[in-house]
């Protein structure tokens, strides 16, 4: 099992290309807090993705205190944590905050077509993008990724391929449309973070970067692989081929908690989805996670969580009806990544 795969699958990622900007100097797009808007844009989503991708010209990203970034043709800026933030054509401007901008994707003919700036001369375009996604129980990849940070593509690259595809989608839509609208943010916010990745020095240590760890990446990929089976440290330890304390104080050191503690937390956030996706009982769902008693996940539960599983799935969908039973739901990730990869491909290619 891919490790980040799974994260992204289980902590219900979300996306929608909704903005397409124009600008010219000087001009300032500032984006609110995720708290602020996530609500309405995701209704069932705790925190905010956004990107912007760069289609020409040059602009800067400042974020909170963060250094302002430079941006140009063929960068796209993440802010993952969903702080307020603001593009602009120099740095220090300021813009105005439209909340009611900021709207569920079947609420919008997407794009929405922004121009922008007080001049007559365009000097920047980007493509603004979000993600909504579960932050709680426990999601590892939020908490490996900076408030801020950029990757670049090449200008006929996958990344551009992307935002073209969507712009396109977006401009003459057929049915299916935001599905497949959706489909593409996410799939490239992926691309995004697989080059992020790539780009991690040798001596990063969290989560991510354990990732590429020949011993962590493995361990991490057994226990997404199958998290309901009875692993122990010393399990663990021989899947990879080291020492128990070795593999523990090595597995610790990249990921910030022991392993039967990551192990716990991760089959909550999988029994959390569960619960919001599927009619499935609370006892079907604590097998599932490797639980053989009912009131033993109800415990750890409550303790990730701060309610029963009964109870917090009630509180956490109050007007949505459950969806069918996970093993009825197709595992589409893989299908998509393929597909619109081959679409990228084709495009490049100039089919």
């Not at 702080?83 to 079947?106: E, F, K, M, W």
């Not at 990344?159 to 593409?184: D, M, N, T, W």
């Not at 009825?328 to 990730?333: F, H, M």
Request: glycine share 6%.
């Amino acid at each position: 099992m891919d490790a980040l795969s799974d994260v992204l699958r289980a902590v219900r990622l979300k996306g929608a290309i909704f903005f397409d900007v124009h600008a010219s100097d000087p001009w300032a797009a500032e984006t609110p807090a995720g708290r602020q808007i996530v609500s309405r844009m995701f209704p069932a989503a705790e925190n905010l993705i956004c990107y912007h991708a760069i289609t020409h010209g040059t602009c800067w990203a400042t974020v909170g205190n963060e250094p302002p970034l430079p941006l140009k043709e063929g960068d796209v800026v993440v802010i993952p944590h969903g702080h307020a933030h603001v593009l602009a054509s120099a740095p220090g401007l300021r813009g105005a905050h439209d909340v009611g901008r900021y709207r569920a994707p079947h609420e919008l003919e997407l794009p929405v077509a922004i121009s922008m700036g007080e001049g007559t001369t365009e000097s920047a375009g980007f493509v603004c993008g979000f993600l909504g996604c579960d932050a709680r129980p426990y999601n590892p990849l939020l908490g490996s990724l900076p408030h801020v940070f950029k990757v670049s593509d090449q200008l006929d690259g996958p990344l551009s391929a992307y935002v073209k595809i969507a712009l396109r989608e977006s401009k003459q839509p057929r049915i299916g449309s935001e599905s497949v609208l959706g489909r593409l943010s996410e799939l490239m916010f992926v691309d995004v973070i697989r080059r992020y990745l790539e780009t991690l020095p040798p001596e990063r240590l969290d989560w991510l970067a354990g990732l590429r760890d020949p011993f962590i990446g493995r361990a991490l990929a057994e226990i997404h692989r199958n998290p309901a089976c009875h692993w122990t440290l010393e399990s663990l330890a021989r899947e990879v081929a080291m020492s128990r304390s070795a593999f523990a104080e090595h597995f610790a050191r990249f990921v910030g908690t022991p392993p039967m503690q990551y192990l716990a937390r991760w089959r909550m956030q999988i029994a959390a989805n569960q619960l919001l996706s599927t009619t499935d009982s609370v006892m079907t769902v604590a097998n599932r996670v490797g639980y053989d008693s009912e009131a033993a996940f109800s415990r750890a539960f409550k303790k990730a969580v701060g309610a029963p599983p009964s109870e917090w799935r009630r509180r956490s969908q109050p007007a949505q009806p459950p969806l069918a039973s996970a093993r009825s739901v197709p595992d589409t990730l893989e299908l998509d990544v393929l597909h619109t990869t081959v679409i990228a491909e084709r495009h490049d290619r100039g089919e």
